[in-house]
């Protein structure tokens, strides 16, 4: 007799047990009997009934959850090969709905996992790369002023030149959102919200991957092709300037050197003019005096000199002659 | 657990009706496992909060009270649930590389090398490697707003990350830009972290290396090095320039200095021979006559001793050719002047 009353207890605690749940916070439950949703989804979290073992507790996320996509290669507008990784934030705002169309997670994100699949891949391929890159419209970039002193000289393969964004007419934030409203729209019958979509990631295809890199090495080559002719070309610049100025310099000294000694020359003759231009007797002595001094250095010792006895100084070799007739 | 401490619950027991020697034995057995078991539920009802931390308490899931750092109190198996968020603690992500012996779970991802290949503004690639920190900010929101905050955090990193390297050349990326990328990231990393009441609050995004993708390596460093040689294809040309100007400039002032001396020596000469002839000139105009001859014949003295040939004529001479010898002296210079 204990024995079953016991039993009978342990029983009534099993149900009692079974007739209580707890919501938590961030989940909502919707009770199903024998598979059919009964009732209205539990929303508010704490503890509550149900019918034991009739009824079942199915709970669902009431969070933001993530949908992050597989990255997946796909062309864009103008046939690059790139792959992209999207990520997603949505939650189930329907639960009633979402429970009878989707059950549970794993079909929802497969079924996100195709929508925003393909919306992905019709926007991509809309859109030229740089719609997906660049995000505002007219951004001006800062510019290393060492590296690209004269870049508007160097073009790039695309005639961009190097050191500046590539045009864009969207953008990608409103690819985004071409993305994200078409799809949202797809997912709302499954009582979810879609509440925004982002790319998170990118990159090249490893097959256009080396074509870039090549465009990269070579807009390289050419900046560094620049730095050495500007190198060479200030050098040059610089010895030019060495020449100019070393011409200036001695023709400038050579005119001075002149000018001062034509001064000193001038000088000299104007004092030498005005001594012996004093007087006229001053001039004749002059005439005199110089005469004698040029003899000195004109008759040398292997000159031959033929002197007359009438000179001044053989006169008296012939004759003593008188004293009235000297001079 | 000894006997003896048992046997109060042995009494309590015992009215449930099995025979006596039956319950005892089951007793025995039993009461250890029902003394563990009370042993854990004592010890599941108390909990710490460590000094960095909060815990956030839920009763049958609902949620109560955000509990301060020190001991506490809980209704123990699973109706009182208790989850400790370390809310003073700096987090670290880490995008691109990882370090080790990290605690926070999201701290790094399984695939860095996945992370930090990005295509910039002018279609080149760089890759990047960066550190976000943040802290968790508003506990509830982090618990129950969003599922997997941390990885939500990641990609929402990623993704903003290359918004702003896709708006930016790769000579800003790499070089002059990175700060405005850090601070651009911190503005739209806070932002979304808001709109998405993931409950967390973003520190600061430091990028780490940034570097070109390694078969461009090579490329970059020719552009530094085309930089350097630049730098010293002029400064040699400094070089040489100074080399030579300043010395150029040198020697012109010592021309113009030594120039400046000739003109000096000019005049002092003239000057010098003026008073000179001056002295000379007034004893000359007192016997102009007897000084001028004196002078003459004063200097045909000096003059004549030297001269090896000297042949004085008759004056009724008349050709005098016969007397020279042409032969030893070609270019015989006949010296008229003398004869006044």
Do not use: C
């Amino acid at each position: 007799m204990n024995r079953f009353l016991l039993i009978v207890a342990a029983l009534v605690a099993y149900l009692l047990f079974n007739a209580f749940y707890t919501v938590g916070e961030a989940q909502q439950v919707i009770l199903t009997q024998f598979g059919k949703p009964v009732g209205e989804p539990k929303t508010e979290a704490g503890l509550k009934m149900k019918l034991p073992f009739i009824q079942t507790v199915n709970r669902i996320d009431k969070r933001v959850l993530e949908w992050d996509g597989s990255p997946s290669d796909m062309p864009t507008k103008d046939k690059l090969y790139i792959s992209v990784d999207l990520f997603a934030r949505w939650r189930i705002i329907d639960p009633m709905a979402y429970f009878l169309r989707m059950r549970d997670e794993r079909s929802a994100l497969s079924r996100l996992d195709d929508i925003l699949g393909s919306e992905t891949r019709n926007a991509v391929a809309k859109h030229e790369l740089i719609e997906i890159v660049r995000t505002t419209k007219d951004r001006i970039p800062l510019k290393d002023p060492i590296l690209l002193e004269n870049a508007e000289a160097t073009k790039g393969e695309d005639s961009t030149p190097i050191g500046s964004l590539v045009p864009i007419r969207k953008g990608r934030e409103q690819v985004e959102q071409e993305i994200f409203k078409a799809a949202a729209e797809k997912v709302k019958v499954f009582g979810i919200e879609l509440l925004d979509i982002r790319f998170k990631r990118i990159n090249y295809n490893d097959s256009v991957q080396p074509k870039i890199f090549e465009r990269m090495i070579s807009e390289r080559r050419q900046i560094a092709e620049r730095f050495r002719s500007e190198g060479n070309g200030e050098a040059a610049r610089i010895r030019g300037n060495m020449t100019r100025d070393l011409n200036r310099i001695q023709s400038e000294a050579y005119r001075k050197v002149e000018e001062i000694r034509g001064e000193g020359d001038a000088k000299a003759a104007e004092i030498y003019a005005n001594a012996y231009n004093q007087s006229p007797a001053a001039a004749k002595f002059y005439e005199f005096t110089r005469t004698m001094d040029a003899y000195k250095s004109i008759v040398t010792q292997d000159s031959t000199v033929v002197l007359s006895t009438d000179s001044d100084l053989f006169k008296y070799l012939k004759e003593a002659g008188s004293p009235s007739t000297t001079q | 657990m000894s006997k003896e401490s048992s046997a109060p619950l042995l009494k309590w027991r015992s009215p449930v009706g099995i025979s006596p020697v039956q319950s005892f034995l089951r007793l025995f057995h039993a009461a250890p496992i029902v003394l563990i078991l009370l042993a854990i539920v004592a010890w599941s009802s108390w909990y710490t909060v460590p000094s960095d931390s909060v815990a956030v308490l839920q009763r049958f899931g609902k949620y109560q009270a955000e509990i301060p750092p020190g001991l506490h109190f809980k209704i123990p198996l699973g109706v009182d649930v208790a989850t400790i968020l370390p809310v003073k603690r700096q987090l670290k992500q880490e995008f691109g590389f990882y370090t080790d012996n990290a605690t926070n779970p999201d701290q790094y991802s399984d695939t860095p090398e996945e992370e930090s290949p990005m295509v910039t503004g002018d279609l080149n690639a760089a890759l990047l490697e960066w550190v976000v920190q943040y802290r968790i900010s508003e506990p509830t929101k982090y618990l129950f707003a969003v599922r997997e905050p941390g990885q939500t955090l990641r990609d929402v990193s990623e993704s903003v990350m290359r918004e702003a390297v896709g708006d930016r050349t790769v000579d800003e990326v790499l070089t002059i830009g990175r700060q405005e990328i850090e601070a651009e990231a911190l503005i739209l990393m806070q932002q979304l972290a808001t709109r998405y009441e993931m409950g967390v609050s973003i520190d600061q995004v430091q990028l780490k290396n940034i570097n070109p993708p390694a078969p461009v390596q090579d490329s970059f460093n020719e552009v530094n090095q085309a930089q350097q040689e630049k730098e010293r294809l002029i400064n040699e040309a400094r070089r040489d320039y100074n080399r030579v100007i300043p010395l150029a400039e040198g020697e012109k002032d010592q021309r113009i200095r030594e120039a400046e001396g000739y003109r000096l020596k000019r005049i002092n000469e003239a000057e010098g021979d003026v008073a000179r002839f001056n002295a000379v000139l007034t004893e000359y105009q007192k016997a102009p006559e007897v000084t001028q001859r004196r002078l003459y014949i004063e200097t045909l003295q000096t003059i004549l001793p030297d001269v090896q040939n000297k042949v004085v004529v008759d004056e009724n001479m008349q050709g005098i050719l016969p007397l020279l010898n042409l032969n030893r002296q070609l270019p015989q210079p006949t010296s008229q002047e003398a004869s006044q």
